[in-house]
């Protein structure tokens, strides 16, 4: 297995105080960088890093036609590799999103399944706030089986047998999945392509819609599902900055997404002044008091506050007062 197609590449390695952190995933085919790059090699995961506050991460994994190894993994192994990496990267030390394209969506919705079963990794999925879905195959492609008729691969992959169309695992992991979405309030975004990819010189058909409208909007989404007049190839390439994707979609999404994680840090702040505060001051002069939820007992001149009483004032002969009954 190489180690270079299994890994987390950073994007903007020197930008360390950002407020949230984006990571991209490839699909079938793709790679780290090229998946994301225009016809100019330009990439918009580097117009992120800039126009935002944030870091952006790039996965690299065994998902390259050309590169293919006899000991590349299987999608659930893959899932349970990346869940060590994004941890061991310092993924979801602070609020995080998704992008993906084709089988890369697969792909991250074992990783949230995984963590959310796993005591090691929940805080991964609670930390996850947004994903953004290109043309993810979630009820399976007819890209795999056009490319076995084809005898372009000389051997079958296990991330190809991954995109088997309609299979009943592929249908269990798209229903608990918007399961956990439901539960969890990740916001999500579904583009789907419109336009056929030319592939007669491969196979020897004119075009074809690699994932349709059905199998890429099957799983649940918070936001409008959309459309975009591009190929499967080119549906998570961007021109440039003015492109209405870039200009208008992604900016929402990504303003969106930050709202979302300064709201939340608000009231996680503001639930945390209310447990270290209090309100009221109180005076007791024996036991059994109960005062703003906290009881006061006593014991051989010893008085004991539970909770926070920050404001309360205990009278007595030679009394010790103990917070939280220590």
Known sequence: ?????????????????????????????????STWQNSNNESW????AKDYNVSVYSIAYGANMTNWDEDDMKLDETADFFLSSLKSEGIGDKPYMFVVHSLGGLLVKNILLKAQNSKDYKYLLDMCKSIVFFAVPHSGSGWATLLNYGKVLLRSSNLLESLSKNTQDLHNLTTNFNQLIINNKIETYVFYETKKVKIEKIIGFKSIVVVSRESATIVHSTNQVIPLPKDHITI?????????????KIKSI?????????????????????????????????????????????????????????????????????????
């Open 45 to 48: 995961q580097k117009w992120l």
């Open 254 to 326: 990504m303003n969106k997404t930050i709202e979302i994680n300064q709201v939340s840090t608000q009231k996680e702040s503001q639930s945390d002044e209310q447990n270290n505060s209090s309100t009221t001051t109180s005076i007791h002069y024996g036991s059994g008091d109960i005062i703003t939820g906290d009881k006061v007992t006593h014991n051989n001149n010893s008085v004991s506050i539970g909770g926070s009483n920050s404001g309360s004032i205990v009278i007595g002969n030679n009394n010790k007062v103990n917070k939280n009954g220590k």
């Open 1 to 33: 297995m190489s180690e270079e197609r299994y890994k987390i590449f950073s994007i903007n390695p020197d930008d360390k105080n950002t407020q949230m952190d984006v990571i991209f995933i490839h699909g079938l085919g793709g790679d780290k960088y």
């Open 236 to 248: 998570c390439k961007i021109d440039d900055r003015d492109d209405d994707l870039y200009k208008h």
